[in-house]
């Protein structure tokens, strides 16, 4: 009998239960990346930038291909999670981005959970902390159903699908000037760089880099003799996420072309009101719940398993970790009422460091330790853009540090 505490991790053989648990592993990615402050980020951009917005996106998502093809490709095909692979590059690396992947993840858990509250707002009218804590309840129920894998597959599925299509239903009524974007998309009237660098730190930065790819091995998918799929799979998260992103910018450019101001506190529903009224305001709650809730499940599910390998006792409590990680998020919810802006940006500087330390341990495995990998040769075309990208990396880790000195003012 299968202990209910654990996640069904054992390989599944080549079925429709496999494919169900990689198209899971790419809709986690998406939907970890599609979190509350993807929402407003996008909001806030367009409103500022208008349809030269449409260029950093393309660039972006580019750069995500690249960092997430490297980061699917070597952890697929050594099926070893990205902590065990930094301990046996360097010892103590891997329980060094653990440390930081885990306190990263539980500070911004507490802000996905506070934007689940703030869309149950949105969608019903609940009280703000009947629904974070309705929410956190929600996201509890999960981790404790037998097959708790199989369960967050599909839900990070279908809440990612109704997303996309509410977001596209208001994308449709706002009309924007497709026009303007696609010309704009490919040749600007302004490039904002640091916009570019937020937009590419918060698709694949901390633990949103490995929660596909995690998902994915725990599966039973790893080993060279599934690339195509690995590729496949990686490629498909970032253009979900990319989905989603270019639906959302055009539904609230539909809106600022039409000479609308967005409120300051609160642009994204103001967005969505002024697109589509009361029904656009409801529907924004809906897409806000779905990408908080669906961001809590990955970003707890992703933070623990950066610990299952360190000790049996937690692979065999796993799940019950996950339920702690969610309780002590939304208690501190609970306790404070909104995400202490301090806590954020050091979050936010974490996840900067996060990813070039991690992306630079996978491609030193990639590149320089082919035993941890099986003997596999790895592409020198995707290792040149892999090394490209963590130094872009770089820069986004140097840009996020030095938020720091905000912190202590």
């Known amino acids: 009998m299968t202990d209910r505490t654990t996640l069904d991790t054992t390989p599944s053989p080549p079925t429709a239960s496999r494919r169900g648990a990689l198209v899971g592993a790419m809709f986690l990615m998406a939907t970890s990346a599609i979190g509350p402050g993807f929402i407003t980020q996008t909001t806030v951009f367009t409103a500022d930038l208008g349809a ?3 260029f950093a996106i393309l660039v972006s998502v580019l750069v995500d291909i690249a960092i997430q093809l490297n980061v699917w490709r070597v952890v697929g095909v050594s099926g070893r999670r990205a902590q065990d692979l930094g301990n046996s590059v360097l010892p103590g690396a891997g329980y060094g981005l653990a440390a930081l992947d885990v306190f990263g993840g539980l500070v911004f858990n507490i802000g996905n959970v506070a934007g689940t509250a703030l869309g149950l707002n949105a969608l019903l009218g609940l009280d703000v902390k009947i629904g974070g804590a309705l929410s956190a309840l929600v996201a509890i129920g999960v981790f404790l159903i037998r ?14 699908a109704v997303m ?28 904002d760089f640091l916009v570019i660098t937020t937009l590419i730190g918060g698709t694949v930065g901390g633990y949103i880099t490995y929660a596909g790819a995690h998902r994915m091995i725990e599966s ?3 080993g060279p003799e599934n690339i195509r799929e690995i590729n496949r799979s990686a490629v498909s998260g970032i253009l979900i996420t990319a989905l989603m992103r270019v639906l959302l910018f055009l539904a609230v450019l539909g809106v600022v072309a ?19 009224g009361e029904a656009g305001l409801r529907v924004f709650g809906l897409i806000m719940w779905s990408a908080a809730i669906t961001s809590v499940i990955g970003a707890s599910y992703t933070s623990v398993s950066f610990l299952v390998s360190f000790s049996p006792w937690i692979e065999r409590n796993r799940n019950r970790l996950v339920v702690a990680f969610i309780l002590v998020s939304a208690a501190i919810y609970l306790a404070i009422g909104t995400t202490p802006a301090k806590l954020l940006v050091l979050a936010g500087a974490l996840n900067g460091l996060i990813l070039p330390f991690g992306l630079a341990v996978l491609l030193w495995a990639a590149g320089r330790r082919r035993d941890l990998l099986g003997g596999y040769r790895y592409p020198a075309w995707l290792l040149a853009i892999g090394v490209a990208a963590w130094l872009l990396s770089v820069y986004l880790g140097w840009h996020f540090l030095a938020d720091l000195d905000e912190l202590w003012r």
């Open 52 to 54: 030269a917005f449409a």
């Open 147 to 160: 097959r708790a894998g199989v369960a967050m597959d599909r839900i990070v599925v279908v809440l990612g």
């Open 164 to 191: 996309i299509l509410m977001t596209l239903y208001v994308a449709i009524v706002s009309a924007p000037p497709l026009g303007d974007a696609l010309r704009e998309s490919v040749a600007p009237g302004e490039v």
């Open 220 to 222: 039973g998918l790893s």
């Open 258 to 276: 039409g000479g609308v101001t967005l409120a300051k506190a609160n642009p994204a529903p103001s967005a969505f009101e002024h697109a589509a």
